[in-house]
Nanobody
Framework: VQLQASGGGLVQAGGSLRLSCTASGRAFSDYHMGWFRQFPGKEREFVAH???????NYANSVKGRFTVSRDNDMNIVYLQINNVKPEDTAVYYC???????????????WGQGTLVTVSS
């Protein structure tokens, strides 16, 4: 599986954004999928995780504003961000693993990252 993230860009605070991550290769539904973000000068941090069934879990900091979903037929995982805030400005990475994703150590495959910039 290879991952290609897209959908980042400049968005005003209070707006919405949807990131996409397209996976190539077969067996997408076998993988746990996740999203991380990285602030300048900081380590990559967990944002969200979804299993093949679509069940999801989130970092406490994004609960209620972020929604992760996946389309196993199209091999795409999404991250919907609502009511974006300037502190959401970061590079967002999609991730895949055959196992539960909660930390960067759990990740087996990374996408290339997509920059989200939120203006106030």
């Amino acid at each position: 599986v290879q991952l290609q993230a897209s959908g980042g860009g400049l968005v005003q605070a209070g707006g919405s954004l949807r990131l996409s991550c397209t996976a190539s290769g077969r067996a997408f539904s076998d993988y746990h999928m996740g999203w991380f973000r990285q602030f300048p000068g900081k380590e990559r941090e967990f944002v969200a995780h979804t299993r093949w069934s679509g069940s999801a879990n989130y970092a406490n900091s994004v609960k209620g504003r972020f929604t992760v979903s996946r389309d196993n037929d199209m091999n795409i995982v999404y991250l919907q961000i609502n009511n974006v805030k300037p502190e959401d400005t970061a590079v967002y990475y999609c991730a895949a693993s055959r196992f539960w994703i909660a930390t960067p150590v759990d990740v087996e495959l990374w996408g290339q990252g997509t920059l989200v910039t939120v203006s106030s």
